[in-house]
């Protein structure tokens, strides 16, 4: 079985900072995609930020030029810095990934962090 665990949530200021930690554990043969999603109250769960397994990145309109992801190959896990934080950046933030495992790719989630900007 696969664990993610995140970490690095809490309260903050508008125009602060925050940086997320994801990291997976258990039995892993290669991690695809890695990715943080958000789902704020009463809203869908969105797609904020993506990299490949290269390195490559995607992001959410909403969060380009302020929130960057990178990840760590050798550790399992996945990082999101978010700078210059809005009240509207409030959610529950998830990391998800593409695992392989014997053979098998399969998606997991974390259980979620929470963050909270304050006007």
């Known amino acids: 079985q696969v664990q993610l665990v995140e970490s690095g949530g809490g309260l903050v200021q508008a125009g602060g900072s925050l940086r997320l930690s994801c990291a997976a554990s258990?039995?892993?043969?290669?991690?695809?995609?890695m990715n943080w999603y958000r789902q704020a109250p009463g809203n869908a769960r969105e797609l904020v930020a993506t990299?490949?397994?290269?390195?490559?990145?995607n992001y959410a309109d909403s969060v380009k030029g302020r929130f960057t992801i990178s990840r760590d190959n050798a550790k399992n896990t996945v990082y999101l810095q978010m700078n210059n934080l809005k009240p509207e950046d409030t959610a529950v933030y998830y990391c998800?990934?593409?695992?392989?495992?014997?053979?098998?790719?399969?998606?997991?989630w974390g259980q979620g962090t929470q963050v909270t900007v304050s006007s």
């Open positions: 998800n990934a593409d695992i392989w495992q014997n053979s098998r790719l399969k998606n997991y």
């Open positions: 258990g039995t892993i043969f290669v991690i695809n995609n």
């Open positions: 990299i490949t397994r290269s390195g490559s990145t």
